[in-house]
């Protein structure tokens, strides 16, 4: 397949999901609808390289997730940070809910091997999905290999869903106290929709406009990037931290020292395709799940997910409860679990922008909804994920 061919395809689907996301008003996420098509495509004529025809290799992913996640580090701040204390609590109440009911109900139904292996790529992102689908393979049980991988795949199709229904619910809850004057608005989120005008961040602030080009901000952007992946190498002798963990920590930092301003990818006019590189390498992951492979392990797939699902809910409507979330957000924040970043991103913004068309309203949904699913997103999927993995590899 020629290689414009191919990447022409790739942006066909994800403008029809686009599309039908927006008809149906986020009730089918765009994400979910570009999952199916890609599935659809892989089981009959596809290439199974069609991402890396089109010119998305290995490379070029990992550079837009270093560039986008330090880019979304640009719209917190210390202070939003420190106020979601209480989404990291929720959404590792939804992993332990995961863990405590696939641990107990999972093993009235399946056996031992099976629920240790499936549990981490269900809280988390590939990372733990292939330390499983290796251990698996090493103790010789190879179809429990290819569960962990499928697993990964087909979380999303339970995810993608309800996450829409959640932010929906809480969107409206949000919109109808903000109409009737009793909402207690946070400062809007600067989500940087008019950065391609704005001036350049505050140590800058003398440079000519002039300067301020593309590849000063993709420049200052990389250097951001590249110091966080330096401190993670740095601290691997005395303890593992994911370098995107900390793309998101230097993002926050570089930006409230003024070295970078807000959404410096969207300044730089290479939001979108940047976002369209980390979606297809997500999609890319769904030929791995052949018709045969979904056939021999729908029953485990289906009874861990829906397991573990309810365990989260439970979980995570207890701990917001306690902490004062509404059982929508909380289940929200720990679905984020099954997807990650810019999953968790994409969908948000699109109920959001399906709720209003005003932007004053559309700025207060973006400031209560958003900062929780990133930070839910990168404390499941980023970081507890891969610490989980470690831990059930040793009980396998």
Known sequence: MPQLIAFSIIALILFIGDAISTRTKSWLPSVFVCAILFMAGYWSFFPQDIVAVAGFQTPIVFLAMYLLITNMGTLLSFAELSRQWRTVVVSLAGIGGIIAALMTAGLVVLDYQTVVVATPPLVGGVVASLIMSQAAADAGLASLSVLAILIYVMQGF???????VMLKREGRRVLALHR????????????????????????????????????FKFLRLGLVALLAWGTAELAKPVFE???????????????????????????ANAFGFTILILMVFIFDGLKRATPQMLGELAWPLVVIIGIGVLGMYLASWIAGRLLGFTPAMAFACALTALYGFPADYIITNEVVNSLSDDPAEREVLTAHMLPPM????????????VVLAGIFVGLL
Not at 243 to 263: H, K, M, N
Not at 374 to 385: D, E, I, N, Q, Y
């Open 158 to 164: 339970a995810g993608y869903p309800l996450t829409a």
């Open 180 to 215: 009737a004057g009793r909402w207690q608005s946070r400062a809007p989120l600067d989500t940087g929709s008019h950065a391609g005008d704005a001036a350049p961040p505050r140590l800058f602030s003398a440079l000519p406009p002039a300067y301020n080009s593309y590849y």
């Open 241 to 267: 931290i994911s370098p995107f963990v900390l793309c998101l920590v230097f993002g926050v930092i570089a930006t409230s020292a003024g070295f970078l301003e807000r959404q410096p990818l969207r300044a």
């Open 374 to 385: 990133l930070v839910a997103g990168f404390v499941t999927v980023t970081m507890v994920s």
